[in-house]
């Protein structure tokens, strides 16, 4: 029986990721270096060692890697400056909410990251537990994240329902023992997921109510 519900942030309740993969594009730009799109998703949900390790292999003893960081943030805060929710996220968390569930959020960003945003969305209220990369030594697709999710919302894998838009969150909730159900973004939807419990191409498309009902059968 369901009793939690995890989200992930990035990608999920706010869709920084297209952001980041244009931020990074455009800044690759400046090198006269492309991007190509599979190697950026690989990093979606995760620490960025393989994107590092992209700009190391293209650029060479000229890379550096501070200073591209620095550009695609700037880029990327220009493209954050009004963040909006993804479609039916709030529909979401005043469901579970108004039915009894705990909520809590799993995410391999920082604390300080997710919070920014939360408090501008108005949507911090909503969870009774934040983890993110700064309360585990592994991010995703690690377990670790959603097993500290678990212990601190006091849950069993089994009482849990994990939501997520990349492989590598979708791996970590699963790997925690967690059901989980994919939304995708425009970054990640092109993705092969396995395992999941079911996938959605927003959370407008199914009441909260409705997936519950559909992953305990």
């Not at 090198?31 to 060479?60: A, C, M, S």
Request: proline share 3%; with cysteine; net charge negative.
């Amino acid at each position: 029986m369901i009793k939690a519900i995890i989200f992930d942030f990035d990608g999920l309740i706010v869709d920084t990721e297209t952001a980041w993969y244009e931020a990074y594009k455009e800044t690759m730009g400046f090198y006269e270096i492309d991007l190509p799109f599979d190697r950026f998703v690989q990093t979606v949900g995760t620490v960025d060692t393989e994107l590092h390790k992209f700009f190391n292999e293209q650029l060479g003893e000229n890379c550096n890697i501070e200073e591209i960081e620095v550009r695609a943030k700037d880029i990327h805060k220009g493209m954050m400056k009004t963040p909006q929710a993804r479609e039916g996220v709030k529909d979401y968390l005043e469901a579970a909410k108004t039915l009894g569930y705990k909520v809590g959020l799993a995410s391999s960003s920082t604390r300080e990251w997710v919070t920014h945003y939360l408090e501008e969305l108005g949507l911090i209220h909503y969870f009774d537990a934040i983890i993110t990369s700064d309360d585990v030594t592994r991010v995703k697709p690690a377990p670790d994240l959603y097993l500290k999710a678990l212990n601190t919302l006091n849950v069993s894998s089994e009482d849990a329902l994990a939501f997520e838009d990349s492989l590598n969150g979708s791996q970590a909730a699963i790997s925690a023992g967690i059901k989980c159900v994919v939304v995708p973004n425009p970054v990640t939807e092109s993705l092969t997921f396995e395992k999941h419990a079911l996938k959605l191409k927003s959370m407008a498309e199914k009441s909260l109510m409705d997936v519950i009902k559909f992953v305990e059968k």
